[in-house]
């Protein structure tokens, strides 16, 4: 089966540092990809993982363990317009392009 | 370069009726997904082409269905409307496989 876990909400402070978890088992494993999407609005791209370790991208950094299941997205310097949906994807074996999706975190960011 | 395009943004129809939308990926990109996303269910995908090719179903009814056009350009469709096809359409494009998907701006589908 497919099953991807993340946190259903979080907040934070304005200029703090936030860490959202994701944890995935999927039928093979291609990749792991994070979203932004702001309500009302479609998913943008953030992050990609394939190989263990870290990705720094400005102030958005994401880390994946494919031993353990595991990824997380850090955000750092945290502003009010980071308050947004995260989604984890997986992109799975023989899927082609076919993204498994978590359910999404909010994060809501608060001065 | 472009972003993915979707038509119409919103659409209301009521039961048992049909719908088609529209997807225009980036110019470029021959890969189109759908996805279907609701409160409840989050994100779920559809189906995947390639080349006017279907690679990919997912757990749907058979009342959505999809194609894709020699331009790349991929529509689905719905027969047959229920309530809970009231969601909101993504499709998302890619230049590659298992590279980065692009996502398009959505078509709100409510089903009354």
């Known amino acids: 089966g497919q099953n991807i876990d993340q946190p259903t909400e979080m907040t934070a402070t304005e200029g703090a540092i936030v860490q959202i978890n994701c944890t995935y088992q999927?039928?093979?494993?291609?990749?792991l990809f994070w979203y932004q999407q702001h309500a009302g609005e479609a998913p943008t791209f953030l992050s990609y993982?394939?190989?263990?370790g870290l990705e720094e991208k400005g102030r958005f950094s994401s880390f994946l363990s494919r031993s353990k299941g595991y990824s997380y997205l850090l955000l750092k310097e945290l502003q009010m317009k980071d308050s947004a949906s995260y989604l984890c994807?997986?992109?799975?074996?023989?899927?082609?392009?076919?993204?498994?999706f978590g359910a999404g975190t909010r994060l809501a960011v608060h001065p | 370069k472009a972003g993915v395009t979707q038509t119409p943004r919103y659409l209301i129809k009521t039961r048992g009726q049909q719908v088609t939308l529209s997807c225009s990926p980036i110019?470029?990109?021959?890969?189109v997904s759908w996805y279907q996303q609701t409160p409840g269910q989050g994100l779920q995908f559809l189906f995947e082409?390639?080349?006017?090719?279907?690679?990919n179903k997912g757990n749907f009814p058979g009342r959505f269905s999809g194609r894709q056009f020699s331009n790349s350009r991929s529509e689905m469709n719905v027969s047959t409307l229920e309530l809970g096809d009231s969601a909101l359409y993504l499709c998302?494009?890619?230049?590659?496989?298992?590279?980065?998907?692009?996502f398009g701006p959505g078509t709100r589908l409510t089903v009354l």
């Open positions: 998302a494009s890619s230049s590659r496989d298992k590279d980065t998907q692009y």
């Open positions: 999927t039928s093979g494993f291609n990749g």
């Open positions: 993982n394939v190989l263990d």
């Open positions: 994807a997986v992109s799975v074996s023989g899927g082609y392009n076919k993204l498994i």
């Open positions: 110019s470029g990109h021959r890969s």
């Open positions: 082409y390639f080349s006017e090719t279907q690679r």
